[in-house]
């Protein structure tokens, strides 16, 4: 460990207001030393990284960490920070620090050092030394003590060792677990020192499998077979995950396995004594490995879901109903089924099959998002119910929030069933039969005779509304549609309202097609704008970003509002707000010009079936203009504030941040 932190990337009294200047305060160190060529480029992937999920720890420890092209040796940094920064952790800022930066060709030794130093950053003796050391020397000597592997990392399909015997007989409970991070550096290997530790206390025997950056060493056939439950703490998904089926397990993301272990284990061992088992296929909630402790979060994930899994049928329904309108005009609805009329050799047929084949795509879009909310709830046994239910709601004119609804019902009488210890004779078939029979219908009792007909009158009220919206209304509402697609650039946010919209594509008119314009049109600003910015003042980007800007612009026009993604994860304090400026001028003004869309995708390419789309044009380019605008100008206001590293001759070029001028 002590070629990887020396006293000069020691910093005892670090003053930074946010995480993002804390991760360049130390990142700075690293270059001065070489150990760094691309400061920006590497801070880019760092932004990426927290992007993903916030990277402090409860106990005030904040440990940003990275694999970069732009990190020439393993290098870690450590800062007591005066006052502590913001890294996310539920308890408050940390004033314990450290940058891991790991190159993206690290061998397994060094990422092996790393892990030991993520182990003991659990240990409180550790983390007391830390805050107790005086000098730099002191700080670097203390970190540069964790232990080296005494053997080298084990081949990624090795074997692993027996599970050790349950911790006492009084408790012979076992549980096998598996954590994983996105780099494998880091959390990963908290949370199975803190898993480990809180089994110890509790009295449980437990093996864990860590999935890290340097291999994994799989845990055996009869370790998971002894074992009475799992646990899952990871945020990619989880290898091999057939090998634990048939096992109660416990779900969650990397964070809970360090913040609260004792309360997993206490989890695993009451769903084992329920009986209560999963499938050995991951929910789309579970393969994301997201955490989710509150029920906001679990619910957005529930959301996100079925939204997912209906996206491909708006997609594929409503291009086809799109091409159809142009090619047979908007009559073409009235046309008679093909399976009695169809001529080889008429547009009006081949329009009249397009646009048929589109509206069987469409029907699908309740049930398919009610089935898998209720799937990514309660996993298999959800599907039935959440199908059912979502056709009662189209049976009962409940539309999209009635699939919303009717899945959240499915999906929660599942998990309530689940819950009842079951005698063992009838587990076998509980998740074939019992299950989607009783989920079924309570779901189909509730749609039909309790939620089903207000709900109705909701989504009536709905359509009536946006068939209404004119003048300052329907602004204002794209304003808002704007705001939401450039906040979190494909995040909930952008979800939710995409998902407003598309849903309105099922029962279309005036008002709804409305809506669908001004949300792809907002929706392709944030990586067109970028592409524009580092197009006209290249020198306030990085030369990766630079590189992202030329495939930004196809990305944009492409309607793939994520090509903006790199960009904010960088700079998310200039680059999110400039761009919810521009969503929010596109999303108004393509109200103000009444622009229509019938197709829930394409950007650029399904102009022609755009109403207005002269008008179109402009909402988006006047938006791509003010959000190109707005971040040169905060980036620029950046660069002129950063003080001048050094004084020059009069006349030599003087470094400014990232841009020379002459003195």
């Known amino acids: 460990m002590s070629e990887m932190i020396t006293p000069e990337l020691v910093d005892l009294g670090l003053a930074a207001e946010t995480k993002e200047d804390a991760a360049r305060?130390?990142?700075?160190?690293?270059?001065?030393?070489?150990?760094?060529?691309?400061?920006?480029?590497?801070?880019?992937?760092?932004?990426?990284?927290?992007a993903q999920m916030p990277t402090g720890l409860e106990g005030g420890i904040g440990i940003p960490h990275c694999r970069s092209a732009h990190v020439t040796a393993p290098t870690l940094g450590f800062a007591r920070a005066v006052p502590p920064v913001d890294f996310g952790a539920p308890d408050g800022p940390a004033d314990l620090i450290f940058l891991i930066a790991a190159p993206a060709g690290a061998d397994d030794a060094h990422l092996s050092i790393l892990s030991s130093l993520a182990r003991r950053l659990m240990r409180p003796e550790?983390?007391?030394?830390?805050?107790?050391?005086?000098?730099?020397?002191?700080?670097?000597?203390?970190?540069?003590?964790?232990?080296?592997?005494?053997?080298?990392?084990?081949?990624?399909?090795?074997?692993?060792?027996?599970?050790?015997?349950?911790?006492?007989?009084?408790?012979?409970?076992?549980?096998?677990?598996?954590?994983?991070?996105?780099?494998?550096?880091?959390?990963?290997?908290?949370?199975?020192?803190?898993?480990?530790?809180?089994?110890?206390?509790?009295?449980?025997g437990i093996t864990v499998e860590t999935q890290g950056s340097a291999g994994f060493t799989k845990l055996t056939p009869e370790a998971i077979a002894a074992a009475d439950a799992v646990v899952f703490a990871h945020d990619v998904p989880v290898r091999d995950r057939a090998r634990f089926a048939g096992k109660p397990t416990v779900d969650v993301g990397v964070k809970a396995g360090i913040n609260r272990p004792a309360e997993l284990l206490r989890e695993a061992r009451e769903k084992a004594a329920r009986g209560e088992v999963r499938s050995a296929e991951p929910t789309p909630a579970e393969e994301a490995g997201e955490e989710a402790d509150g029920f906001g979060a679990r619910l957005r994930t529930w959301l996100m879901s079925g939204v997912s899994y209906m996206v491909p049928f708006v997609a594929a329904g409503g291009l086809l109903i799109a091409l159809a309108f142009a090619i047979g005009g908007y009559g073409i609805n009235e046309a008679p089924s093909v399976a009695e009329h169809f001529d080889w050799g008429e547009a009006a047929s081949w329009a009249a099959l397009l646009f048929q084949t589109g509206g069987l795509a469409f029907g699908f879009l309740v049930p398919v998002l009610a089935g898998y909310i209720a799937y990514g709830m309660a996993d298999r046994p959800g599907l039935v119910p959440g199908f059912v239910g979502g056709a009662v709601a189209l049976t009962i004119n409940a539309g999209f929030l009635g699939g919303l609804i009717a899945g959240l019902i499915a999906g929660g009488t599942v998990l309530a069933v689940q819950k009842v210890k079951i005698p063992t004779a009838l587990r076998g078939i509980m998740p074939v039969v019992v299950l989607p029979l009783i989920g079924s219908a309570v779901t189909a009792f509730m749609m039909f005779l309790v939620v089903g007909k207000p709900v109705a009158s909701l989504q009536n009220a709905l359509t009536d509304w946006l068939s209404g919206l004119s003048g300052a209304n329907a602004i204002i509402l794209g304003v808002t549609l704007g705001l939401m697609m450039c906040f979190d650039l494909g995040g909930p946010l952008n979800k939710v309202a995409y998902a407003f919209a598309i849903g309105g594509l099922a029962t279309p008119n005036e008002g709804s097609l409305k809506v669908m314009a001004a949300v792809m049109a907002a929706g392709m600003v944030p990586p067109l704008a970028m592409a524009l910015a580092t197009t006209v003042r290249g020198r306030l980007f990085s030369k990766t970003e630079r590189e992202n800007g030329k495939a930004a612009w196809f990305l944009g026009a492409s309607f793939i509002s994520e090509g903006a993604i790199p960009f904010a994860a960088a700079d998310p304090l200039r680059v999110i707000p400039a761009s919810m400026v521009g969503g929010a001028v596109t999303g108004g003004l393509s109200m103000l010009f009444e622009c229509t869309l019938r197709a829930p995708h394409g950007g650029i390419f399904v102009i022609p079936l755009i109403g207005n789309p002269l008008l179109y044009l402009i909402a988006i380019a006047a938006g791509t203009a003010t959000t190109a605008g707005v971040v040169i100008l905060l980036k620029g206001m950046r660069r002129t504030a950063a003080p001048v590293e050094a004084t020059a001759p009069q006349g030599a070029p003087v470094e400014t941040g990232k841009v020379t001028a002459a003195a």
Do not use: K, N
């Open 25 to 50: 305060a130390l990142a700075q160190r690293m270059a001065d030393l070489g150990r760094v060529t691309d400061l920006d480029g590497f801070l880019a992937d760092v932004a990426a990284r927290e």
């Open 126 to 204: 550790f983390v007391a030394a830390l805050r107790a050391a005086e000098t730099p020397q002191q700080a670097a000597a203390l970190i540069a003590d964790a232990p080296a592997p005494a053997t080298p990392a084990p081949a990624p399909d090795a074997p692993a060792p027996a599970a050790p015997a349950p911790a006492s007989p009084e408790a012979p409970f076992t549980v096998v677990a598996v954590t994983s991070c996105p780099t494998g550096i880091a959390h990963t290997y908290m949370a199975a020192e803190s898993l480990t530790r809180a089994a110890e206390e509790e009295g449980i």
